[in-house]
C-alpha cells in the first residue's frame, strides 16, 4: 500500500527554538493533514492543506503543502514544553477518496527546558 | 459535544479469547474507520463504513470483524485474540469522504494480548 515518510523520526529540542519536519511520498496527494498525538489519546488535528502551495497557520503552527503534491511540512515556532508528543502526517491520494486516508510513521518531538 | 467515544481504555486478554472494542460518535458522521497503531508505524486501517449497514476491509482486516448497525455505533470485534493483535486501536469519524473533510479520532485502546 502507499506508505508515507516523515523525518526526523524524533527530535530533542531547546524550550524556544524553532521545529521543522516533513513529510514525504512516492505518489500524488490531494490533501496533506498534519496531527498532534499525546500520549495515551488520540491523534487531534492541527492543520489541514488542500491546495498545492497553500501555506496554513494554527497559532505557532504553520504548514506547507508542498508544490510537487507528494510532500508536505510543519514548522513550530518558539517551541514550549506542551509541543512534547508525537506529530503525524496523514494524506489522502489523488485517486483515491474518503476511507484511505495514508498515515507516516510520526515525528516524535521532546523539549528540553 | 462528545465527539468520538471509545471503550474500553485498557484491556488484557488471553490467546483464543473475544472481546469487542466499542466506538460512538455523536456528530452524525457517515463514515467510520478503526485504525490499528504499532509502535514506530503510522496508523493502519482495518475496516471503514460509508453508512449504515455497510462496511469494507481496509490494509489489515484479517482477525477481525464489524458491524454497522447504526450511524452512531461502529463496534471492532476480535474473535480469536492473538499475540500480533497487541496494538493500540483507535476509532475515527468523518462526515464525508470529499477532499475537504477530516477525520476526528476517539483517545485509543490499548489492547495486550498475552
Known amino acids: 500500500g502507499q506508505q508515507l515518510n516523515q523525518s526526523p523520526q524524533s527530535m530533542f529540542i531547546q524550550e524556544g527554538e524553532d521545529v521543522s519536519m516533513n513529510c514525504t511520498s512516492s505518489?500524488?496527494?490531494?490533501?496533506w493533514l498534519w496531527y498532534k498525538q499525546d500520549p495515551g489519546e488520540g491523534p487531534v488535528l492541527l492543520i489541514a492543506l488542500y491546495k498545492a502551495g497553500e501555506l496554513t497557520s494554527n497559532g505557532r503552527l504553520t504548514a506547507q503543502f508542498g508544490i510537487t503534491r507528494k510532500d508536505s511540512f510543519l514548522n513550530i515556532s518558539a517551541s514550549i514544553p506542551s509541543d512534547v508528543g508525537i506529530y503525524f502526517c496523514a494524506g489522502q491520494p489523488l485517486q483515491v477518496y474518503g476511507q484511505n486516508f495514508v498515515f507516516g510513521p510520526g515525528t516524535r518531538l521532546s523539549v528540553l527546558p | 459535544n462528545a465527539g468520538v467515544t471509545q471503550t474500553p481504555k485498557f484491556r488484557i486478554l488471553k490467546i483464543g479469547q473475544s472481546m469487542t472494542l466499542q466506538c460512538a460518535q455523536d456528530m452524525n458522521h457517515n463514515y467510520m474507520y478503526w485504525y490499528r497503531q504499532d509502535p514506530g508505524m503510522g496508523l493502519k486501517l482495518i475496516y471503514y463504513?460509508?453508512?449504515?449497514?455497510?462496511?469494507d476491509k481496509g490494509e489489515v482486516p484479517n482477525g477481525y470483524n464489524v458491524s454497522r448497525s447504526t450511524t452512531e455505533d461502529f463496534p471492532l470485534r476480535l474473535e480469536l485474540a492473538a499475540p500480533s493483535q497487541t496494538s493500540v486501536y483507535f476509532c475515527?469519524?468523518?462526515?464525508?469522504?470529499?477532499?475537504?473533510?477530516?477525520?476526528?479520532f476517539g483517545s485509543g485502546t490499548q489492547l495486550s494480548v498475552l
Open positions: 505518489s500524488i496527494f490531494n490533501t
Open positions: 463504513s460509508v453508512g449504515a449497514g455497510i462496511t
Open positions: 475515527a469519524s468523518s462526515y464525508s469522504p470529499s477532499t475537504n473533510e477530516k477525520l476526528f
